[in-house]
């Protein structure tokens, strides 16, 4: 079952992306919002998986202070 969208955001791109997006999403029967929202999420997840070790490392400095 898909979760509710409940929420919308907006944002300029060029005409060129857009247009790029377009295509894609034709030949790929795909929805623009969908590959944007896939795009968002798999751009977050690579972000996070990067940011873990250095967060985990301060956790456990700010963790060994405390004690």
Request: one cysteine or more; aromatic letters at 6%.
């Given at each position: 079952m898909r979760k509710i969208q409940?929420?919308?955001?907006?944002?300029?791109?060029?005409?060129?992306?857009?247009?790029?997006?377009?295509?894609?999403?034709?030949?790929n029967d795909?929805?623009?919002s969908?590959?944007?929202?896939?795009?968002v999420n798999s751009y977050l997840r690579q972000e996070t998986k990067a940011k873990m070790p250095r967060l985990?490392?301060?956790q456990q400095r700010l963790s060994g202070s405390l004690g």
């Open positions: 409940n929420t919308n955001i907006s944002f300029r791109a060029t005409t060129d992306l857009k247009q790029r997006l377009t295509d894609f999403c034709i030949e795909l929805h623009n969908s590959v944007i929202r896939q795009a985990i490392a301060e």
